[in-house]
Structures are given as C-alpha cells and as structure tokens.
C-alpha cells in the first residue's frame, strides 16, 4: 500500500522529561507557587487538550485558583526557560534522541515516505530533526495550523507530497495525538489512518507505564510501543 509515515517529535524523537516539561513545571512554579509533579502532567494530557505547554501551564496555573499572568507573559518565562538565550541554550540542549539516524535511513532504503507533525515551534522541531540529518524533511508545526486533536496538520503534511495515499501511520505518545488519528478519520474516510503510541520516557518501568499504554489505546492507538524496535524491523513493519 502507499504509504505515509508521519511523526510526532516530543516524546518520539526526542525525549522532553527535562525539557519542555521542566519548563511547564517552572512557569507554573513560578506564576502560582505550586510545582507539578511529572503525574499532574501526565493526568493533564490524559484529557487530550493541552497538546500546547503554554496552554497546559496556563490551564494548571488555572486550576490553581490564583490570578493568571498575561499570556504573553506567561510564554516569555516558559520560552525563557525552555530556549534560552541565545535560542538553544535553555534545558533544550538537554534533550537526548529517542530514534537514531539508522531508523530514517532504513525507512530512505525502502523507498518509505515520511514527515513530521508536531505541536512544537518550528525553530524547536528544527532543532531536533537537525541532530538527525533531516533539516529538509516535510515537516508541519506549531505555526502552520490548529492545535492536535484537530487533524488539520497531519492533512497539511500529506497534501505536501501530492500523492495518492492509501494509508497513514501517525507515531505520536500522547491522548491528542491518537484523537488526532481518530478525528482524521471520517473526514477522509477513503485514507486508511493507523494510531502508534509511543510511552514517553519517564515511564519506562515506572508503575505508571501500564495505564498510560492503556489510556493510549482507548484514545484510538492501533499499537503502542514502549520503545523503537530496532532500525531494520522499524522499517520492516511499514514495508508490510
């Protein structure tokens, strides 16, 4: 079948315990005096809501019952943390890959088609994919469409290759990125979409992993991975 690839980045590619999710719990730390935990996190995004961490730290400042900063604000401090200055020198540089060089060049080997869909800023997501050699890789972020679960983006990203595809993988590790899956579904209902969970990192061998596998199944995911396999059986399971 013609086939696309497409990839989430955080929590996929790259891992964002220390990054993005280090900076939601400063930015709420710092605006209402309460730090969340890695599990008020997790619970947030369970609801499928809050792909955006500017959003869900505004939305767990919210819930904190204290007066909001202004948004702008709020994103001045998150960024802040999160880039720093100069762009590239916050808990960003902290990030470690999640998949390797290898994995993409097993998927080029089999003439498999791939790109990218992700939540995060472009200069963010450029940075990541850089790291793997894949500047020029289609990719579709934060400023070029609506807010996951709405599946305008993943649409963008398949409508870039002018081709006729029969079905579309989606590898994404949150509640949003499989209601994505399911969301695209009746609008192109002669595309064939299939949901992959990924388990984020920081719940490798945690206690928490089973239900987190599970929540990403009720939310439409055909598949939930734990980790990568290797980069050959990786491209094995999209050549079919």
Aim: hydrophobic share 40%.
């Amino acid at each position: 079948m013609k086939s696309l690839i497409a990839f989430d980045i955080d929590g996929v590619i790259r891992d964002v315990s220390s990054s993005y999710r280090r900076a939601l719990m400063d930015t709420v730390e710092h605006f209402g005096g309460c730090r969340p935990t890695m599990a008020d996190i997790d619970c947030l995004k369970a609801e499928g809501l809050w792909n955006n961490d500017w959003l869900g730290s505004q939305e767990l400042l919210r819930r904190q019952g204290i007066a909001l900063p202004s948004y702008p604000e709020l994103i001045a401090f998150f960024q802040e943390r999160y880039l720093g200055s100069p762009a590239g020198t916050g808990y960003i540089a902290d990030e470690a890959l999640l998949v390797t060089k290898e994995h993409f060049q097993a998927l080029d080997a089999r003439g498999l088609v791939y790109g990218f869909f992700s939540g995060a800023s472009r200069f963010s997501a450029q940075t990541a994919l850089g790291r793997l050699g894949l500047s020029s890789a289609p990719l579709v972020a934060m400023e070029d469409g609506p807010e996951k679960p709405d599946p305008t983006g993943l649409f963008a990203l398949a409508d870039r290759f002018n081709r006729a595809f029969e079905q579309i993988f989606y590898l994404g590790d949150t509640v949003a990125d499989m209601r994505t899956v399911e969301n695209a579904k009746p609008l192109r209902p002669g595309l064939h979409f299939i949901g992959i969970g990924i388990v984020p990192p920081h719940l490798w061998n945690h206690p928490g992993q089973s239900d987190y596998s599970e929540k990403l199944r009720q939310s439409g995911a055909t598949l939930v991975w734990e980790r990568f396999p290797e980069p050959e059986q990786f491209a094995d399971y999209f050549a079919g």
